[in-house]
């Protein structure tokens, strides 16, 4: 039996270690080619023009020759107005990419011995940016589709004789929504020689209020390309998809594998890592945030066989591009940002 590919060398590639013990200069290093490809040509964040800014050497900052604008690396960035060294960030970026199931603000901030609320802002900085930068082109070949729900009922009452029926619909929690997942397959490697490129590839999130038929139209017509084939479960709400998909199921009542050979383990393996999170590490999800850690999951999910380094790479690199528009993060704790739910209803 292979070795899973977590346990092999190729996946260590990133010591926090070494990161924690970054000059300030290799740590400064190590962001420029991310963001503008080197330290020379460079793009001031007000007036979007890429040229040789003058370098202010002792404070490690650009002034751009057109508008005057002084500016550091991570200024308009997701990490601009940043109140600690470069070094934290990156200590807490490759914290967040080595937790293979996420990884919660407490931890986080013992980890780097922050304020939990410096970590809560930061992990969620991170979670927004792989939110900004993902890939949303339709899905198409064979695309495995589910939906679990999360928040589903209230706390039971300590009585028997006090507890409601939660399966009546006037009983449920109002919280109760659900997230639903489509997962692009590989392509058959017809000598399945390739481990590193099996399973799915790209994987598509989005939270609803409940996995009903106009949802899962709606989600499949922005997100499937027509004609793909489609494997679900037994639940009639994808019975919709008829029309357009080539649609398979499997009735999970009877079997997890039909003996036609069709599952959606694709979905139901994102699922699993999800609920990992959610019991394991975070405990709690506020609805308002909730796309936020799917899509966390359904990051580290395709890129599972990306080695720590790479992630870390890449990440780091999403975070220098995503914009920081409306200082969105910016007093959170003091509540000036209230952010709203994103939820398809
Ligand atoms: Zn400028």
């Given amino acids: 039996m292979a070795q899973h590919f977590l346990l092999t060398s190729k996946a260590r590639t990133l010591s926090p270690i070494k990161i924690a013990r970054l000059s300030d200069d290799d740590a400064f290093d190590l962001l420029c080619p991310l963001r503008w490809g080197s330290k020379e040509n460079v793009v001031c964040p007000k007036c979007g023009i890429a040229h040789k ?17 002084t500016f550091s ?68 070949g064979e695309v495995d589709m589910d939906g679990t729900y999360v928040h589903p009922a209230p706390r039971k009452a300590n009585k028997k004789s006090d507890r409601l029926d939660y399966r009546l619909a006037k009983n449920q929690n109002p919280d109760k929504r659900c997230i639903i997942v489509a997962r692009e397959h590989y392509a058959v490697d017809a000598k399945q020689e390739n481990v590193l490129h099996c399973g799915a590839k790209r994987s598509l999130v989005m939270v609803a209020k409940t996995e ?13 390309k027509a004609n793909s084939r489609i494997n679900t479960d037994e639940s009639h709400a994808y019975e919709v998809l008829l029309p357009h998909y080539h649609l ?13 050979g069709v599952t959606n383990n694709q979905a139901e393996s994102f699922f699993s890592r ?6 394991g590490q975070t405990h709690k999800m506020s609805n308002t945030y909730l796309l936020n850690y799917a899509n966390e999951i359904a990051y580290r999910e395709d890129n599972r066989r990306k080695s720590n380094g790479w992630q870390f790479n890449d990440i780091l690199g999403k975070c220098l591009h995503t914009t920081n528009k409306n200082n969105e993060w910016c007093g959170y704790w003091q509540r000036k940002i209230i952010h709203q739910e994103v939820v398809w209803q």
């Fill in 53 to 69: 800014a003058y370098f202010i050497s002792t404070r490690k900052q650009w002034r751009c020759k057109y508008c005057d604008h």
């Fill in 73 to 140: 690396i991570t200024s308009g960035s997701i990490f601009a107005n940043r109140k600690r060294s470069l070094q934290t960030y990156l200590y807490i970026i490759a914290k967040f990419v080595n937790a293979a199931k996420g990884i919660s603000s407490l931890q986080l901030s013992r980890d780097a011995d922050v304020n939990y609320r410096t970590a809560f802002v930061l992990s969620h900085k991170i979670r927004k940016a792989l939110l900004e930068t993902r890939d949303l082109q339709p899905l198409s």
């Fill in 212 to 224: 009903s038929q106009p949802i899962i139209h709606a989600f499949a017509t922005r997100f499937v």
């Fill in 248 to 260: 398979q199921t499997v009735n999970h009542k009877e079997m997890y594998r039909s003996d036609l």
């Fill in 274 to 279: 999800f609920k990992r999170m959610y019991y």
